[in-house]
């Protein structure tokens, strides 16, 4: 019987994504798709920067960019087509514009596309899972298709969506609500419109959506009220009508497609379940209104794949894979509950309840300080962690940067002028000093761990510092800070040295001093496998630092 280092049920964006990256880990992975193919119609039509991210460190960014429109701008209107809110912001503290749309299928393609790059990684189409039993020494899946049998796996990503049969397999709870308000979506080609943005119209008269995708593709989304039928969706005339005032011709548009689609706010009781964990929709649904469905399940396979990998190739315990729960079921949580909510206040269909919230948001955005809250989307619940994969024993700093993203400004190293900082950093794990050598900072014991853990020592500098060459070490990757931002972020914290985790995560940080308890005290969270004669962490003698190593 085959065996997998991982089966990932569900070749849908979550399910590629994650194969991309445990393949860029060397991860063997086979996909498994009940499909025959990859859904070629939009489903999600917003892109954030921690998602473009995850492109980029999946090397998957540049050919995905051709298929997005950046710092998309979403409006709320009222039913006089007045704006409620705008939600338009302009930063890229994360290396990319914080809105963006984009076109799924050829999203989703590019993820397909990755996956060439890797021998170790197959995709099996038409291939449905119809059975999961797993014990201490792995999980077994019943697969039925062109190769039916069973194979085996040492762990299973469940990404098979909404109605996961993984998540049946496992009997896991998926708890919320699933509204009773049905809503239409009518996607169009030839966008008869060509705006560029986005808008939600909360019209009492009938609450609706007009959102552009690339490639000249719109979405329209309405509200069906009681009595209207799937069947008379599909009456000539209907769509139409619904399009008429939206439109300038609604009898010559060319539909792609239509749906009629109800809301769910749900979530599982736990992502993990022994070896078998669960990932996008098939852990969390959530309305659309905040465009995070897809971005969510994206944010599972960032924090996922480098786990698996880590646990899988021997450097941490599998005790590091509970914490994938214990970061992402309360952030999927929040982003269920912030979409839920805007859902309730764009719907109301009583004249007077939408009134009433006109006035509200009109009291609200004449407030300086509370219009650019919302302009510049710090409603957004930012990764935000207390507990999981990290340590903040040894940071100073408040708040914390630790459980945090680590920002991702444009930088020069010696070799390349103006690049982002993740692709000098690598895909992996790597700590970040600045205004120190990182050598001179670890002691040996540290440093081996750090080594064991295969990170990547980074050494920050104004950009003017770049070319002096006095504190270099052949391991250390010399970064000069070309936009003054990383100076800016360390300037206002005590914390010098980050330990940033391949999801970009903040895993510790310290004073310079601290460097090393704090690299001992995020090893040990992670569920480092300590060498033989590793002293326990936290107690290991300080002998000379590793500055006198190098010079010795
Ligand atoms: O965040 C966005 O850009 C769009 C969110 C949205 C709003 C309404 C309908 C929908 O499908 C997505």
């Known amino acids: 019987m085959a065996h997998w280092d991982v089966v990932i049920v569900g070749a849908g964006p979550v399910g590629l994504m994650t194969a991309n990256l445990l393949g860029q880990y060397g991860v063997r992975a086979l996909v498994v798709e009940d ?60 290396g990319w514009p914080r809105r963006n749309g984009f076109v799924q299928p050829l999203a989703d393609k590019v993820s397909l596309g990755g996956l060439d790059r890797y021998p170790h990684i197959e995709v099996r189409w038409s291939t449905r899972m119809s059975g999961l039993r797993q014990d201490d020494a792995g999980v077994t899946l019943t697969l039925d298709g062109p190769e039916p049998g069973e194979v085996t796996a040492s762990y299973v990503v469940g990404a098979d969506g909404g ?47 007009s959102i552009s995708i690339p490639h000249g593709i719109r979405r329209f989304e309405f509200m069906l009220f009681d009595g209207e039928t799937e069947e008379m969706v599909e009456e000539p005339g209907f769509i139409a009508d619904l399009l008429t005032g939206f439109v300038p011709d609604p009898e010559r548009v060319d539909i792609v497609r239509q749906r009629v689609y109800t809301h ?46 880590a646990v899988l190739q021997g450097r941490c315990d599998a005790s590091l894979l509970d914490s994938y729960d214990a970061e992402r079921h309360g952030h999927a949580r929040s982003m269920i509950d912030l979409s839920t909510l805007v859902g309730r206040v764009i719907s109301p269909t009583n004249k007077l309840v939408a009134r009433a919230r006109d006035v509200f948001f009109r009291g609200i955005t004449a407030i300086p300080s509370a219009k650019r809250y919302l302009v510049e989307m710090r409603f957004k619940p930012m990764p935000t962690f207390t507990s999981g994969a990290l340590s903040f024993a040894e940071s100073v700093a408040q708040p914390s940067p630790v459980g945090r993203l680590f920002p991702q400004p444009r930088v020069d190293t010696r ?83 980050v330990l940033v985790r391949p999801d970009r995560v903040v895993a510790g940080a310290s004073p310079a001093q601290r460097a090393s308890s704090m690299v001992r005290a995020v090893a040990d969270a992670i569920g480092l496998i300590p060498a033989p004669g590793d002293s326990p962490a936290g107690t290991a003698a300080r002998p000379a630092g590793a500055r006198e190593a190098v010079q010795a």
């Not at 499909?35 to 980029?56: H, N, S």
């Not at 209104?289 to 599972?300: E, K, P, Y």
């Not at 205004?435 to 540290?446: E, F, M, Q, S, T």
């Open 163 to 209: 109605r996961s049969a993984t998540r049946t397999a496992l009997g896991i709870g998926f708890e919320g609500k699933t509204s009773s308000t049905r809503w239409l979506v009518v996607d169009l080609r030839n966008d008869p419109l060509g705006q560029p943005g986005a808008i939600v119209g909360a019209d009492p008269r009938r609450p609706y959506a």
């Open 415 to 497: 070799a390349q002028q103006d690049v982002r900082l993740d692709d000098v950093l690598g895909p992996w794990f790597a700590l970040l000093v600045w205004n120190n050598d990182p050598r001179a900072l670890l002691d040996d014991d540290a440093l081996a761990r750090f080594q064991r853990l295969g990170g990547r020592l980074v050494a920050l500098r104004p950009a003017c510092q770049l070319s002096w060459p006095d504190q270099d070490s052949d391991d250390v990757t010399v970064v000069g800070d070309r936009t003054g931002r990383l100076k800016e972020w360390f300037d206002t914290r005590g914390d010098t040295v």
């Open 35 to 94: 499909r025959a193919e990859i859904i070629d119609y939009p489903r999600g039509v917003g892109m954030d920067d921690e998602c473009l991210r995850t492109f980029q460190t999946a090397g998957l960014v540049e050919q995905v960019l051709p298929h997005t429109v950046p710092n998309q701008r979403l409006i709320f209107l009222n039913g006089d087509k007045k704006v409620l809110a705008e939600i338009a912001p302009r930063t890229d503290e994360y």
């Open 264 to 309: 769910h706010s749900r979530i599982v009781s736990d992502f993990r379940a022994g070896r078998v964990l669960l990932a996008g929709d098939a852990a969390h649904l959530m309305p659309v209104w905040q465009g995070q469905g897809f971005n969510s399940g994206i944010r599972d396979a960032s924090n996922l794949a480098w786990k698996l990998a």
